[in-house]
């Protein structure tokens, strides 16, 4: 894809996504509620986010296939140019009014992530990155910290309650890294917690068992913005895989944070 082309598409998908935000202030539709498994929620507002982007979406350019969390993905092909959408990152935090959910928007071309947009309607904040271009939040380019050592660090640390089986070690992990920075956070929407990654607000998040919508835009505004995203091992994460264990940071502190859990 041609860099004129995929700056076109990138200008036509963001007021698409942040005419979508909209939607997450309906309080009628995010009560209407379904349990996909016993603490993994769907509602109202996740599947119409998910139809109202994926209809513009196709209706700008039917050729790019579309993956989205609240559909059966098993005929998406991992090497074709791909959206992949959270169309509300946050369900939880969406059903009970706490006030952090987000629109997770990604272009990838096989392994590439070309394009990433978070939008967080209540908030109000769009972060966005293009590949080779840097990231921006509301326009204003952002930076990770400046944070050298894991001692002066705040870190977020995501329990995944849709893989509780991890429970005791994922709190293991916070512990250890409790022990070691000022403090630990818990924002509940890893599409968030990458992008306060990557504008300085924290300086890590680590989180089991992600799913490819839940990091694929997060992780280019991050590395856009200077950090670093591996798995748990170092490596890059493979990002059609069911689930991948993510460690973000500034990139200062990330062998510290993975050679303490
Ligand atoms: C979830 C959120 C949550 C994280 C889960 C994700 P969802 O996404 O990002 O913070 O702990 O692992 O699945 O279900 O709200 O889209
Ligand atoms: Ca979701």
């Known amino acids: 894809m041609s860099a004129d082309v995929l700056y076109n598409?990138?200008?036509?998908?963001?007021?698409?996504?942040?005419?979508?935000?909209?939607?997450?202030?309906?309080?009628?539709?995010?009560s209407s509620i379904q349990e996909k498994g016993k603490t993994d929620f769907v509602t109202a507002v996740d599947t119409?986010?998910?139809?109202?982007?994926?209809?513009?979406?196709?209706?700008?350019?039917?050729?790019?296939?579309f993956m989205g969390e609240e559909q059966d993905n098993s005929s998406v092909e991992p090497d074709q140019l791909t959206w992949i959408l959270d169309p509300v990152d946050g369900t939880t935090n969406l059903i009970h009014g706490f006030r952090h959910s987000a629109i997770s928007l990604a272009?990838?071309?096989?392994?590439q992530v070309l394009f990433g947009v978070v939008y967080d309607p209540f908030s109000e904040e769009l972060f966005a990155a293009q590949r080779g271009h840097g990231a921006f939040c509301n326009h204003k380019p952002i930076r990770v910290s400046d944070v050298q050592t894991l001692s002066d660090s705040l870190i977020s640390v995501g329990t995944n309650p849709g893989s509780r089986e991890q429970a005791d070690a994922a709190f293991r992990r916070m512990r250890a890294i409790y022990d070691c920075c000022h403090d630990i956070r818990r924002i509940g929407a890893a599409s968030i917690e990458l992008c306060y990654v990557a504008s300085g607000r924290l300086d890590g998040y680590l989180e089991?068992?992600?799913?490819?919508?839940?990091?694929?835009?997060?992780?280019?505004?991050?590395e856009e913005a200077g950090g670093k995203l591996t798995d748990f091992c170092g490596s890059a994460p493979f990002l059609y895989a069911d689930r991948s264990d993510i460690m973000a940071s500034n990139g200062h502190i990330h062998a510290d944070l993975r050679f303490l859990i």
């Open 9 to 30: 598409c990138l200008e036509q998908a963001i007021p698409i996504v942040r005419e979508a935000g909209k939607l997450l202030h309906d309080r009628v539709r995010s």
């Open 48 to 65: 119409a986010v998910q139809s109202f982007i994926r209809d513009r979406l196709q209706k700008q350019d039917s050729s790019i296939q």
């Open 107 to 111: 272009l990838a071309e096989g392994e």
């Open 208 to 222: 089991h068992g992600l799913r490819p919508w839940d990091f694929a835009a997060g992780k280019l505004i991050l």
